[in-house]
C-alpha cells in the first residue's frame, strides 16, 4: 500500500523535514563560510542522501548521528586523500570508496552516502580545482547542521533521535518468550547479511507479535 501523507513516518513528515535539514546546513554553511572561504561550496550533493535518512528512516541503524557526522567526514577526508595521491582519477576514486566502505565498517559509522562524499572528494582532488583539505570545512558545517536539524526536528515530531528503543517488559499471564536474544544473533550470522534493522528493534516486532498472539488466544 502506499505510504499515507501523515501519521507514524509518513512521507510527507520526511519531506518537510529533509528541506528544513538542506536549508538549514546551506543557510548556516554560507553564514559561517563566506566571510573566509567564498570559493568553497556551501552545500554539497550527498546531504541529499543523507537527509532521506536521518528524516524518513530515522529509526534505521544508518541515520543515526554517529553515522551521520563520522561516516561523512572519514569518507570525505579519504576521498581527498586518494584523489590527490592515488594515479589516475577513476583509481583514485575507486580507491576511495572503496576505503571509506571498510573504514565506515570498522568504526561503526556505516552511511550510505559517505560513500558519495569520497567519490566525490576524490574527483575533486584529482580534478583541475585540485581540492585539497579546506574542502573538508563546508562539509563538517553540512553534517553538523543537518545532524542539529535532525535531533530538532525528529524529536518535536515524536521520533527520538538518536533512536532510543524501550522493550516493555512481558506480562506475567503473556506466556513464556519461545526465543532468546541469543537466537536472533545466531540467526542472522547464518544469514551473514547486513540487515538495515537494529537486532533491538528486531526483539521488540518479536515481542509484540508474542503479546499479540497471546491475547488471541486467550480471547478465543
Keep these: 500500500m502506499p505510504q499515507a501523507a501523515v501519521g507514524h513516518l509518513g512521507w510527507l513528515r520526511g519531506a518537510i523535514g529533509a528541506a528544513l535539514g538542506i536549508l538549514t546546513a546551506g543557510i548556516v554553511t554560507i553564514v559561517c563560510l563566506r ?5 568553497l561550496p556551501w552545500l554539497v ?3 541529499g542522501a543523507s537527509a532521506v535518512l536521518v528524516f524518513a528512516v530515522p529509526a534505521s541503524p544508518l541515520a ?4 551521520l557526522i563520522g561516516g561523512n567526514l572519514l569518507s570525505s577526508a579519504i576521498g581527498l586523500y586518494m584523489g590527490a595521491s ?46 585539497g583539505w579546506p574542502y573538508m570545512l563546508p562539509v563538517a558545517v553540512n553534517v553538523l547542521a543537518l545532524a542539529g536539524m535532525g535531533w530538532s526536528y525528529n524529536n518535536l515530531t515524536g521520533h ?44 521488540a516486532i518479536f515481542q509484540a507479535v508474542h ?3 497471546a491475547r488471541r488466544e486467550r480471547v478465543t
Excluded at 506480562?171 to 534493522?197: F, K, T
Design 35 to 39: 566571510s573566509t572561504s567564498p570559493a
Design 160 to 203: 527520538p533521535w538518536p533512536h532510543r528503543l524501550r522493550v516493555p517488559a512481558p506480562s506475567p499471564d503473556s506466556g513464556a518468550i519461545v526465543y532468546r536474544r541469543e537466537d536472533l544473533e545466531a540467526v542472522l550470522a547464518d544469514w551473514n547479511e547486513v540487515v538495515d534493522v537494529d537486532i533491538d528493534d528486531l526483539d
Design 86 to 131: 592515488v594515479g589516475p582519477a577513476p583509481l583514485g576514486a575507486a580507491v576511495a570508496v572503496g576505503t571509506a566502505i571498510a573504514v565506515m565498517s570498522l568504526t561503526r559509522s556505516l552511511h550510505p552516502p559517505g560513500g558519495a562524499c569520497a567519490l566525490l572528494c576524490a574527483l575533486g582532488a584529482a580534478g583541475p580545482e585540485g581540492w
Design 45 to 47: 550533493a550527498p546531504m
Design 64 to 67: 543515526q548521528p554517529w553515522p
Design 211 to 213: 503479546r499479540r498472539v
